[in-house]
């Protein structure tokens, strides 16, 4: 299933890397899909719980806590994202192109140790 994105938020400072987007859901009107990063306390975590965790509103099952980014491929007009649990497919062709070099940057910087490949169109 492709999910259209409505919007995307970018959040970064210290403690964490935030890649969030709005997409469209028939319940709740708009849900988010998140990418996040956590710097400040990842030195804590077990080795398998480092890296970017991935969740979508609604999603519940029971490992979600090691629902880690392996994979984003990023194309002009979709995203891919594979984790260990699920595949999310993102609609973005209603985003700006400059909204979308940022959520690489940010991306970039979120795998700044090389946990995840990064594929761009």
């Given at each position: 299933?492709?999910?259209?994105?409505?919007?995307?938020?970018?959040?970064?400072?210290?403690k964490d890397l935030i890649a969030s987007f709005a997409i469209d859901d028939q319940e709740?009107?708009?849900?988010?899909?998140?990418?996040?990063?956590?710097?400040?306390f990842e030195e804590v975590f077990d080795e398998e719980e480092r890296g970017v965790?991935?969740?979508?509103e609604g999603d519940n099952?029971?490992?979600?806590?090691f629902n880690i980014l392996?994979?984003?491929k990023i194309g002009e007009k979709e995203i891919e994202i594979k984790t260990p649990f699920r595949e999310y497919r993102l609609d973005i062709s209603r985003i700006d192109?400059?909204?979308?070099?940022?959520m690489l940057n940010l991306i970039k910087k979120q795998n700044y140790d090389n946990r995840f490949t990064i594929?761009?169109?």
């Open positions: 299933m492709k999910h259209i994105v409505q919007f995307i938020n970018l959040e970064e400072d210290e709740l009107g708009v849900k988010s899909l998140i990418l996040h990063r956590t710097l400040f965790n991935v969740s979508m099952f029971d490992k979600e806590d392996n994979d984003i192109r400059t909204e979308i070099e940022a594929t761009t169109a």
